[in-house]
């Protein structure tokens, strides 16, 4: 079994800050992609940052210029520092990972249960 773990979320201040962690275990043979993604309140989730096993990162513009996604393949974590929060930051956030299990010769993505993020006076 794969299981993503989320930690880090809570209650913000705007502009605040906070960093996600989630870490993938279980039987895990190889990680592609990992990233983030956000739901709002009544809406769909949407991209947050993903970045790949060689580092390449993708950034949706609304994380442009106040989070950055970085990850530490050696012990299958991926991090999210959030700065300058806004209320509409609000939500929870998701870690997804494309990955090979050790029983499975094919990739498949994962998702965590995800944290809640408030940012709010």
């Known amino acids: 079994q794969v299981q993503l773990v989320e930690s880090g979320g809570g209650l913000v201040q705007p502009g605040g800050s906070l960093r996600l962690s989630c870490l993938a275990s279980?039987?895990?043979?190889?990680?592609?992609?990992m990233g983030w993604y956000h739901q709002a309140p009544g809406k769909e989730r949407e991209l947050v940052a993903t970045i790949t096993s060689d580092g390449s990162i993708n950034y949706a513009d609304s994380s442009k210029g106040r989070f950055t996604i970085s990850r530490d393949n050696a012990k299958n974590i991926v991090l999210l520092q959030m700065n300058s929060l806004k209320p509409e930051d609000t939500g929870v956030y998701y870690c997804?990972?494309?990955?090979?299990?050790?029983?499975?010769?094919?990739?498949?993505?994962?998702w965590g249960q995800g944290t809640q993020v408030t940012v709010s006076s």
């Open positions: 997804t990972a494309v990955l090979k299990q050790y029983e499975y010769n094919t990739w498949r993505r994962y």
């Open positions: 279980g039987s895990i043979s190889s990680i592609d992609a």
